[in-house]
């Protein structure tokens, strides 16, 4: 771990005591995601309402530059240059590195024909059968543990050889029986329950950006 993640990890918990008991939980989860990154491969995210907002604003710290401002490597942003000459290099320039992911929500077209034309609980599953690598991994965000295409996405990354983390409240519900990864936010109320995930996701992304990026 690299001295700035390390300071990153004791800036997190000592800011939130009351996760300590869920450090190693966070960790793992981290290590997950940037194992996933590392072996080549994407992030998909799914959750209902208030989580599939967390689903887009996660890729929004994952695609781009979050802490850090993740310029190219210089030999894409000679190819760049070689291909496309003083333009190239001005669109390298802004250009940042990425780290792929997928908020499972997004597909209006897709999730609205498949909920009307198969099955509404199923929307999710079929983007995993459809998205998934072994080399992938997949986030689900339910404050209840029990939503019930969340499960089903989790049950399909299960069958696709992925990596299953869960964002859940206090019981975990049925999440917490299938991930490879639960983290159990000590809430029930929906709205703290949202609020804890925030601090964790954002940290999750701050972790791996760091390890993951030079600057």
């Known amino acids: 771990m690299k001295a ?5 990890v004791n800036s997190f918990f000592d800011s939130h005591r009351d996760l300590q008991f869920l450090k190693q ?6 290590e997950l995601v940037l194992n996933t990154y590392r072996n080549g491969g994407k992030l998909l ?5 208030g989580s599939s907002a967390d ?5 929004g710290e994952l695609m781009k530059g979050y802490q850090l401002q993740r310029p190219l490597d210089n030999s894409i942003k000679e190819k760049f240059k070689q291909c496309f000459g003083e333009t190239g290099s001005k669109v390298a320039e802004k250009l940042q590195g990425s780290l792929p992911a997928i908020s499972l929500s997004a597909h209006t077209a897709f999730n609205t024909a498949f909920i009307n034309d198969v099955d509404c609980v199923l929307n999710y599953a079929q983007q995993v059968i459809g998205y998934a690598n072994k080399s992938d991994a997949i986030i689900g965000i339910s404050t209840s543990g029990n939503s019930e295409n969340v499960f089903y996405a989790l049950m399909t990354g299960k069958v696709k050889g992925i990596k299953c983390i869960a964002l859940t409240g206090k019981d975990g519900g049925k999440l917490a029986s299938i991930a490879d990864c639960c983290l159990k936010v000590p809430a029930e109320d929906t709205y703290l ?3 804890y995930h925030l ?3 954002h940290f999750i992304c701050a972790f791996v950006e760091s390890e993951v990026f030079e600057k």
Do not use: F, M, P
């Open 55 to 59: 689903s887009d604003h996660i890729v």
């Open 4 to 8: 700035r993640t390390l300071k990153l």
């Open 25 to 30: 939980e966070i960790l793992q989860a981290c």
């Open 45 to 49: 995210i799914c959750g209902n309402g």
């Open 199 to 201: 601090a964790i996701y």
């Open 193 to 195: 329950i949202q609020e």
